[in-house]
């Protein structure tokens, strides 16, 4: 390897990727909304870290479909999928490697279908507009209950690529979340829906342990 190779390389270190949303932080949101209090700044905490990663999800969905994104000025890098590519930006002059590119995003919940890049996008038009901490608080819950589907139906909950943790322990935490009579509207009848989506995931599975039992309340 050359001396400018070993600098594509170096400029993967540029590359960021937001982290998944911590458990404590939902939780204490739905703990607070439970009780019919808004906590706007907990409500923006929780919604800016959902849209920063929606944001970094796209990102990375659209660079493993040959449209790596530059770090520095974002502007498209096409590639062909070669490792040993180099992606040089004509914007600002950053390059990589495709291999290195794709080494920052492994293993880091970054990767979907179009039926999970709908609902990212339609969380991040939603949550830009909404004025109010009710209508962010709906769409938050609307997003943390989504799933990735399949022609079969519903398969993996979108929630493990938001929210931090391996997938058996983000739904139980999901299953655990506080409800009560002054709850936001609707969201208890979400979380009814996405219990069914699970079950019926987990019914293909053969997986009994992601079941959860329905109609508590």
């Not at 819950?141 to 983000?170: C, K, Q, Y």
């Amino acid at each position: 390897m050359t001396e400018n190779d070993n600098e594509a390389v170096d400029g993967a270190a540029e590359i960021r990727w937001a982290s998944r949303v911590p458990k404590r932080k939902i939780q204490q949101l739905y703990e607070t909304d439970a009780k019919g209090i808004y906590d706007e700044d907990l409500i923006d905490d929780v919604g800016f870290g959902l849209l920063a990663r929606c944001e970094s999800f796209i990102t990375a969905v659209e660079a493993h479909r040959g449209r790596a994104a530059c770090p520095r000025c974002k502007t498209v890098i096409p590639h062909n999928w070669q490792k040993a590519a180099r992606l040089l930006c004509e914007g600002c002059g950053w390059e990589t490697t495709w291999g290195a590119y794709l080494e920052t995003i492994r293993h880091k919940q970054l990767s979907g279908a179009e039926p999970v890049i709908a609902a990212m996008e339609e969380y991040m038009r939603g949550f830009g507009a909404a004025r109010s901490p009710r209508e962010k608080m709906i769409l938050i819950d609307r997003l943390i209950h989504s799933h990735h589907w399949a022609d079969e139906g519903p398969t993996r909950p979108v929630a493990v690529n938001l929210i931090a943790g391996r997938m058996g322990d983000v739904v139980e935490f999901l299953d655990r979340l506080s409800y009560g009579e002054a709850s936001t509207p609707g969201i208890r009848e979400m979380r009814e829906e996405w219990r069914r989506n699970i079950n019926a995931a987990a019914e293909r599975w053969g997986d009994e342990r992601l079941k959860r039992p329905t109609s508590r309340e």
